[in-house]
């Protein structure tokens, strides 16, 4: 891993249960993106026992938030395709390097964005869970197809959830494997 790839650490959770608003959000940002709207809710949820239950609470309040609020989570996450300034450090981890093919890739990936933005009026989000982008257009492209705006949204907040709680599972390990 390179120097501007060092991946971040995530406190234990006794220290994520103490910290500030501000402070809790950063934590928060490293598993979701940053998003105020479900920072200010999870941090209203402390104590809890373990990420996996801080995770857990986070899915129950992320199917309570009304559909706008909802948009303004899924909308945090970066495009898959985005440029690397344009990321968080995991996701430029997650979205992978350069390929030989990039600039075709990253195009296609713009073009995809559009359409999809176009048809459901907020992002597209998939566990990219260390695939290549380009392995990612036939998902994407079903997706757009399918046409349920609902749907799409569930399963976008869902791809959040599941890439939040693999980012806790990594970072944890690293933590671990640290001391």
Known sequence: MSADQQQPSLPTICETNQLSLGEFAQVISLLFEPTALLTQRIYDSRPFESYDQLLDRSDELIKELSPLEQLEVVNAHPRIGEKAT???????????????????????????NKKYEDTYGFRFVVF????????????????????????????????????????????????TAKI
């Open 128 to 175: 990219v869970n260390g695939r290549s982008k380009d392995s990612l257009f036939p998902i994407v492209e079903q997706r757009i197809a399918h046409g349920n705006r609902n749907q799409e949204l569930v399963t976008g907040l869902s791809e959040m959830v599941d890439i939040a709680r693999d980012r806790a599972r990594k970072l944890l390990a690293a933590r």
């Open 86 to 112: 344009n990321l968080s450090a995991l996701s430029r981890m997650e979205q992978g390097t350069r390929s030989a093919n990039e600039d075709a890739v990253l195009a296609k990936w713009a073009e995809l």
